[in-house]
């Protein structure tokens, strides 16, 4: 099974600052990587697809980068809608499909 | 708009059984392999189950083996998990998901989710 780690576990930022979200895989899942967005009562949303691909809808804010065991999520200037927890997934290697345990976005 | 819309959560016993579902809308049904999904109120995300357009073909996390089945009615639109031999740490919220549209195995949309509580 691929451990997906999400680091920071909590970033506390203002609005108008960047974030750098980061997910380690345990072994090489190549470009095969989502991120997804959850905000509070929701069900999460996805965001970013093979590393790199906004999904539709997605704003040019939330860019994905990264391949083999690094990857990063970043949002060039935060959004007050954008305080949330970001879950990062692999589908190279399944089953399972794995996710990382989240970074939650939080307003300093 | 694409809706999928989960019923079928509640309060069970440790041991009993429970039988979700997962009503689609908006999009082809057929068309797409579908998901379960898990989150403990509070916790992260854990995959339970895929199952392929035409229902032939089928996955599990290893905890749901033996004990889950999902199913589908493509008449119906219609996505099932069937829960047996419930665990108190089967309690979450299932979310069904279908496949991203050219991403098969990332999941794009995700219903609203529905409660399931092992309790005695």
């Known amino acids: 099974e691929i451990v997906l780690t999400q680091s920071p576990a909590i970033l506390s930022l203002s609005p108008g600052e960047r974030a750098t979200l980061s997910c380690r895989a345990s072994q090489s899942v190549y470009t095969s990587l989502a991120w997804y967005q959850q905000k509070p009562g929701q069900a999460p949303r996805l965001l970013i697809s093979d590393a790199s691909n906004r999904a539709t809808g997605i704003p040019a804010r939330f860019s994905g980068s990264g391949s083999g065991t690094d990857f990063t999520l970043t949002i060039s200037s935060l959004e007050p809608e954008d305080f949330a927890v970001y879950y990062c997934q692999q589908r190279y290697s399944w089953p399972p499909l794995t996710f990382g345990g989240g970074t939650r976005v939080e307003i300093k | 708009e694409v809706q999928l819309l989960e019923s079928g959560g509640g309060v069970v016993q440790p041991g009993g059984s429970l039988r979700l579902s997962c009503v689609a809308s908006?999009?082809?049904?057929?068309?797409?392999?579908m998901h379960w999904v898990r989150q403990v109120p509070g916790k992260g995300l854990e995959w339970v189950s895929l199952?392929?357009?035409?229902?032939?073909?089928?996955q599990y996390g290893d905890s749901m083996k033996g004990r889950f089945t999902i199913s589908r009615d493509n008449s119906k639109n219609s996505l099932y998990l069937q829960m047996n031999s419930l665990r108190s740490e089967d309690s979450a919220f299932y979310y069904c998901?279908?496949?991203?549209?050219?991403?098969?195995?990332?999941?794009?949309?995700w219903g609203q989710g529905t409660l399931v509580t092992v309790s005695s």
């Open positions: 998901a279908r496949e991203a549209s050219q991403h098969p195995n990332y999941f794009d949309p």
């Open positions: 199952i392929s357009r035409d229902g032939g073909s089928t």
């Open positions: 908006g999009f082809s049904f057929d068309a797409y392999a």
